[in-house]
């Protein structure tokens, strides 16, 4: 069993840049396939990143693409999704979330995932 703690969030102006931290505890991030969803109030939580590491993949929805970059870091055990460009939209409580991995799962839904972080939040002032 894997815990997660999410940090790095905070306000920031538009075109500004954030790096989001998943410290992880009790197995090593190697272990899993990783994911970043984010939720707005009133809305679904929806995919944002997803990393693998046997295969070395990265997938982004489209709306972030070539703006965030999810990534990993093995002797910190932490996981990390770098904003630049922020826009408006991408105000929300953002999620590190961690999973098996493996063939037939897109890393896409909420159900590729077993461990959850507690989220943090991302504000983005015009």
């Known amino acids: 069993q894997v815990q997660l703690v999410e940090s790095g969030g905070g306000t920031e102006q538009a075109g500004g840049s954030l790096r989001l931290s998943c410290a992880a505890s009790g197995r090593t991030i190697t272990s899993y396939a990783w994911g970043w969803f984010r939720q707005d109030p009133g809305k679904e939580r929806e995919f944002v990143a997803a990393m693998t590491w046997n295969l070395g993949r990265t997938s982004y929805t489209d709306s972030v693409s070539g703006r965030f970059t999810i990534s990993g870091d093995n002797a910190q055990n932490t996981v990390y999704l770098q904003i630049n460009s922020l826009k408006p939209e991408d105000t929300a409580v953002y999620y590190c979330?961690?999973?098996?991995?493996?063939?037939?799962?897109?890393?896409?839904?909420?159900?590729?995932?077993?461990?959850w972080g507690q989220g943090t939040q991302v504000t983005v002032s015009v």
């Open positions: 979330a961690a999973g098996p991995g493996g063939v037939g799962r897109s890393l896409r839904r909420e159900s590729d995932y077993n461990y």
